[in-house]
C-alpha cells in the first residue's frame, strides 16, 4: 500500500516536473530504482563532492553556459574549456573534446556518444540528466513467461518420474540481476555421476516477481514436484538465507510472499 501511494502521488508530480529544465521523458514514469543506483555507497565511497555533483546534474541545476548567458547576456556562452563552441548542456557532457582529459569513467561513456547526441533532444531526462524513464525498462506481461518451460540437457525422464538421488540446483538473475525491472531470473537442477551432468533442466522463472531467491526456491520446488512419489532426495544448493528460511518451515514462509508461492508444492 506505501508503494502504491507513492507511485500515485509521483504520477501526479511526474507531468509537472517534465516541464522543468531537461525534464522531458519523466512524464510517463521513472525508473527510481535504476536511477538511484548511480548514488550506492561503492560507487563514491565518501567522494561526496562526486555525489553532490551528481545530485546537482540529476536536479537540473546545473549552469552551462548558454544557460547563463541567458540570464547575463555579457557573459559569453563559448566553452571555457575547448573555446571552441557555445557551451550547451549537451556539449559540456557529450560534445567537448577536452571530456577526453577528464578521467576514465567519463572516458569510458564515449561508447554512447553517439546515441546521446541524436537521443537528447527527445530524452533530455536521461542523457542529460541521468534520469532514467521506465518505458526502456519495463516488461511487458507478454514478455514474462506464465509457465515453466523446462529445457531438458540429454535425455530426461517422464515429469513425475525422476528418481531418487543428489541434485544440485541453483537461481540465477542473469545478466541484469540488479535492474529489478528488467532482471529476468533462469533455475537449472541437475544430477551427477562420476563428476559427469547425468540429467539437467533448466527454465525461465515465471510469475512477476522475479527475485534471485524465488528463483532458487523455484528449483527446490520444481524437483519436488517431478520427482517420483516416495522418493529421497538430497538438494544441494548455495543460497543460505533461502535455506535457512526454508527451514523456518511453511508459516514462516507465508510472510515472504516470493518463498511462499515456491513453497507450497513443497
Ligand atoms: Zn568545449
Known sequence: MVYELIDSYNKQKLSAASKHRNGAGIETGVDFNTTLLLFRPKKFGKDYQKKTALETVMAGATWPKVRINQSYPD???????????????????WHCPCNDSVDDNVRDSDKYKDRAIADAGNVPCLWLRGILPIKFTHLSKEDIPNRRAFIPKGEMPQLGQWPSGTYYGDGSGGINTRFPTIRRCGCSLASCINGKLDLGVRYALPGETRTVPRAELSALASLVEISQ??????????????????????????????????YNPI
Open 229 to 262: 512419489e516416495g522418493s529421497t532426495l538430497l538438494y544441494i544448493g548455495d543460497d543460505k538465507p533461502v535455506c535457512n528460511l526454508f527451514h523456518k518451515g511453511s508459516e514462516f514462509c507465508k510472510k515472504t510472499s516470493n518463498a511462499y508461492m515456491c
Open 75 to 93: 557573459v559569453s556562452a563559448l566553452c571555457d574549456r575547448c573555446g571552441l563552441h557555445e557551451e550547451t548542456d549537451l556539449h559540456v557532457f
